[in-house]
């Protein structure tokens, strides 16, 4: 059984590089924005001829935010390969790190069930990571490196384990701040449960023990809780309203966000979700009788907490849209293996439904290929535009189809928008300055834009650059900045959005400053260069 489980593990494996390195392009929605930032990152730690042309536009933060793991790291590989590479490697390093945390931990709390480590694969490829959630994606990676470094702490304490687990605590926090408070509260409960478990109904060493291993998870925790405190105060407080979303239990029964970019997904997705809460609560209903205390209830524990926060916290804090319902069913359904794992009594049970799991995951990945392949296809077309753009050049990307169209109009991607960003990929190969760079606006990650030349301040209006469709008012961009958009590159346009009156301002701008120096052979991608100056 165990050389079974391990030849699958490896066709597991296999099939999820296979995800990334198949199609030439592996396109995601903010994908493209965090290598074209670590792309300029990369360039002004080189102190190269193009830091005078980049540091008009952007200036560079030091203070040590959450959200900066992705655009430091994809940096650093741009020393060594290309920018596409350098995704293709950081996505494959992302992989290894989900896959090879999430097998350790689920073997470690294992109770027999060897087949049921089959179920991870499900998780690699959420809807966040097709969306470009980089530091998200990876933040859960390592979360499962976080709580398997503290099991190993518990069990025995050394130093060695300590200074392990204080680096994946570290990456956890500068990746993300929802990941690192999972982290935090999971080690928590996991004290909680190994001082009930070990205490024998001896109140007393129970006691003794929690206030002893919580004061030194708090050591470990206490730099990144004042980091966290600060960064929060920065952003003007957490601003929660706490409200019920009892509709999300649905969306939850469905693993609504593990389908990735096709709408074709959702049947296999469904299934997988059906049997992961079937097998939850047969296990619940197994230990009716006899539950007692297990050391790895903190699971259970973390599990209730992920609900609480999956079913009331609203869509926005922090100032800002954070999508808890996508971010926070995953950490849900997570858990739900996790307690199965060490859980579970009825083998037979359980490595039937891993196996019915891992077949869900080989059927979405055929899906998800084929899709991507279809994706990188339109790339190709799209990025066509950038051998015609001049250097040391400003652009504006006017995206109609987020989702992309084929030459037939076909929509590609209909369960994602991958090609959000996907114009910042012409900015890997020559200094250029892409408008729709959002990072630079959020003010937590390495580059922010200037302020007097923001396009998000001062371009961006009414459904905004990033809109469907897009609008924006250049002459006046250029006059409030001096600022001069050299090119406009349209992505899948046609003459049914002039139906809107924004963007048809916008499109006669165009029309009478502008003119069209390349068409794509499908009719998708059309680039517009500046009139010259008579």
Known sequence: MQKTTNYLLFIGFAMCLLQVWWPEYYITGDGPCHVYNAQILHDLWSYNKDTDFYLHFYKLLYQPNPNWLSTIILALLLFVVNGIIAEKIFLTLYVMLFVSGFYLLLRRINNGNSNWVLVLFIFVFPHVLA?????????????FWVVWSWLRFLEKKSVTNGIIFFLFIALVFFTHLLSFGFAAFTCAALVLSYGIAGSQGDKKFAAGYCVKHLGILALFLAPFIILMGWFTEKEGGLQITLHHHFYRLVELVQLKYLMNVSQRENMFVLCAGITLLSVFFITLLKMKGRW?????????????????????????FLGRLILINMRAELFVAILLSCCITYRSQ?????????????????????????????VSAGAVDYLSAEKYINPYSVVLPLDFSPSGNDEHGNIIADGNFVYSHASEYMGLKKPLIILDNYEANMGYFPLRWNAGINPYDH????????GIPPYATIWKYKQETGVTIDYIVMWCYNKSFLQNEHFRALYTEINEQYHIIYSSSTGRTILYALNKQP
Do not use: H
Request: with cysteine.
């Open 131 to 143: 969306k470009g959630f980089y530091n998200f994606s990876f933040s859960i990676a390592f979360f």
């Open 459 to 466: 371009l961006s209006k009414e459904e905004g650059i990033e």
């Open 346 to 374: 009825n083998v037979r049970i359980i490595n039937v439904c891993a196996i019915v799991i891992y077949s869900c995951f080989i059927c979405l990945t055929v899906i998800r290929v084929q899709c991507m392949l279809r």
């Open 292 to 316: 007692g205390v297990s050391k790895y209830d903190g699971f259970l524990i973390s599990l209730l907490f992920a609900v609480f926060i999956y079913l009331f916290f609203p869509e926005s």
